[in-house]
């Protein structure tokens, strides 16, 4: 199993530039989760999906970030224009709703740098 | 709404000594699960220990036990014989029966010192 991907590792942007974040969830999952970790906000929760449909994106920032699941094995985190109060590491986790309940799996993140 | 609370933002213990996280919880699900993840610097996510709440045994995973208490709607993590590479992040989540998703706390930073 490899678990789940995301790409890229690293990104360093120009503000006002169109970034977009990818992710590769456990096959078979059902549940896609995009999270966002800063130092001074912790973990937040941003979207999540339910069989590609987005079930709660009440954390979503503002209009400037949208997310997609086309199937089930993709994910995009679309941000533009960014800015630098963007920067962040963004994860995406996926899950499977059946007992032990919830249990995410979590990729490695993207650490974003908008200049 | 489901909330997660841990109220130690950081915690520090000798190399082989024990320390406890604290976790406490609120959830008006019946059937639940409680996790702590642990974030090391490298950033990724690790589940450590996994509890169901209709289970009254404490979970344990080699030297990482919980201290359930369900009625008090606590849920503890011990760390024994403590080492330099359990040095990180610890969040603690709770899953609710509806819904899709994690409610994870703020976080405890965890440091060992040698």
């Known amino acids: 199993d490899a678990g789940v991907i995301q790409s890229p590792r690293h990104e360093v942007t120009e503000m006002g530039q169109e970034v977009t974040l990818r992710c590769k969830p456990i096959?078979?999952?059902?549940?896609l989760f995009w999270y966002r970790q800063t130092m001074m906000r912790g973990l937040e929760l941003l979207i999540y999906?339910?069989?590609?449909?987005?079930?709660?994106d009440s954390g979503m920032p503002e209009d400037r970030f949208s997310a997609k699941m086309p199937n089930a094995s993709f994910s995009t985190l679309k941000i533009q224009p960014s800015e630098p109060r963007d920067s962040a590491v963004y994860f995406c986790?996926?899950?499977?709703?059946?007992?032990?309940?919830?249990?995410?799996?979590f990729g490695p993140g993207t650490r974003l740098t908008v200049l | 709404a489901q909330t997660v609370t841990q109220s130690q933002p950081e915690m520090s213990v000798q190399e082989a000594e024990t320390v406890t996280l604290s976790c406490t919880y609120d959830?008006?699900?019946?059937?639940?699960?409680l996790f702590w993840y642990k974030q090391p610097p490298s950033r990724q996510m690790i589940l450590v220990i996994r509890?169901?709440?209709?289970?009254?045994q404490n979970a344990t995973e080699n030297r990482f036990s919980v201290n359930f208490q369900k009625a008090a709607k606590s849920f503890s993590l011990k760390i024994s014989d403590s080492q330099l590479g359990d040095a990180a992040m610890y969040f603690c989540?709770?899953?609710?029966?509806?819904?899709?998703?994690?409610?994870f706390g703020k976080g405890t930073k965890l440091s060992v010192k040698p």
């Open positions: 509890q169901e709440a209709y289970k009254q």
């Open positions: 989540a709770s899953s609710g029966g509806s819904q899709g998703n994690l409610i």
């Open positions: 999906f339910n069989n590609n449909v987005p079930i709660d």
């Open positions: 986790a996926s899950s499977l709703r059946r007992r032990p309940y919830n249990e995410q799996f």
């Open positions: 959830t008006s699900e019946s059937d639940y699960y």
């Open positions: 096959s078979g999952h059902d549940y």
